[in-house]
């Protein structure tokens, strides 16, 4: 029995990132009904709509599902508050301090799951009694570790210091990484970008359209002076290259990042000013499909593998 | 039957890699008895070195082993007719185009693998004919690609373009690793830094116990005005951060590293002035063991997990 389907009473230990602009009731409930955990992405949502789609979640969808909190999301007491009172049973937490609110969490009937990116916030988990931990390595899109570990070497590391149940993320996007991630100590997956190009993901189609376009080495980890963030190649990411180079410092990065851009760039599709969030793995993605389809296909291709590896192939 | 082995004549699809300052003929010849591939790295090695090297290890081993040749080797004319004339069955070439000398050394009965970090220089492979192929991500340590593609996203988009016999580097240091490679769509794996800190190894014991005393996050992908290159924590790195951040140029970049630095660093220990070149998967080695160990405990690991994979573990 895998502890991943066990602990979130799931079929297929798939989890669908929770992310911003991207991650509403429609991927969520979609990624559930294929057996897998869809997550609601709550970072990019306002108290009251973060309300209106956990209920169109449950609407749509009789099997588990999640939200994703990150924890320095501004009204977070509220918005954690409104997670317990819509009944939601697991919350995913990333980006901050998983003792300030597993315990609470846990008095309330949730599941709690930590998104880290390193062993030393592995042991954080451990003391804050977090129920599973997502290691993402480099390789993920958006907003990522300092460290720069790839899950490649990320996911062995957290094994060693953790026994939870362990969800690896970062460059998984097929049942040969699934197998993978599989290999090197983890039970589950957490999938961003190919659900992130999903038809039921939230983003414009010129976002989707343009990420499904884009070749190696077209992501970049940048604006590390103040949060390391993975962009795809656009005119935003060109003038944070070139700022970069010329040693802009936190602060001029902070003014020409701004307020709003992840909106702009993924959810209303302005790939000159917004800021475009992808995983590098989107360089292997060639079409739109549905999230069942893509749950389906990572199932199947790990099925292939794991039944037809050669275990004398050395 | 595996074509990594079959293709170099070895029984474990384990390459040791060609490695400045620690790929000599103690290392290739090692990691050859022990039934892998040892290489030895020209790269460091006037030509009358390399060719000392070659006799020495073909005295310490009746196996098959290779060298190493970054293709932008000063005297690279010289140093591979003198692999021919010292009868070197397997060449591995880095850094440069593979057509180059492939059909020159196939014409002298040479095998020929080329390291790559992108799908486009994949294609440059089939081309040129070479009959392996070294796929590197963004984790493994010294030189490296401009795509910063991780080892879970490169392998994969490397299978999609070449049916050729392929070797995985970056990142693998264990049994896990390797199946998650083979999983990927590997056959072999090229290790480094595991065996950049055997016995074994030229570096000079300095070099060997700082890096296995690092941790997460402190090797960093720096100097990507010049050539990126993987450095390891020290007084030298944080000086290239700092010029970095700032907004050095590339010409300030090459003044700064100046000539002889990767010697100093890694073959005199000097940690203060030298260059420090090592992959992310240090902060996973925590000792010092001989390369037959490192041989067998890769095997060992990766015969316990494929046998071990539980087939309906999802």
Redesign the interface.
Known sequence: M?RI?QLFGIT??IIAGGMVWCSGWRLASAVSNAGGLGLIGAGSMHPETLREHIRRCKAATDKPFGVNVPLMYPQIDEIMQLIIDEGVKIVFTSAGNPKTWTARLHDSGVTVAHVIA???FATKCNEAGVDAIVAE???AGGHN??????????I??IR?VTDKPLIAA???A?G??M???????A?GVQVGTRFALTAESSASEAFKMHCIGL???DT??LLK?LSPTRLAKGAFMTEVEAAE????TADQLRELLGKGRAKKGIFEGDLQEGELEIG??S??IGKIESAGEVVEDI?AG?NR???G?D?T??
Chains 1, 2 share one sequence.
């Open positions: 895998n389907n297929r230990p390193s062993s030393k390595g480099f390789e570790g300092k460290e720069e570990t790839t899950t490649m070497c990320l062995p590391a060693q970062g460059g998984i097929s040969a990484a197998l993978a991630a599989f290999a090197l100590g039970e070749g190696e080495g970049k980890l002076k180079a010329a040693g802009a590098q793995v360089a292997m199932i790990y593998l794991v039944n590896l275990r192939n050395y």
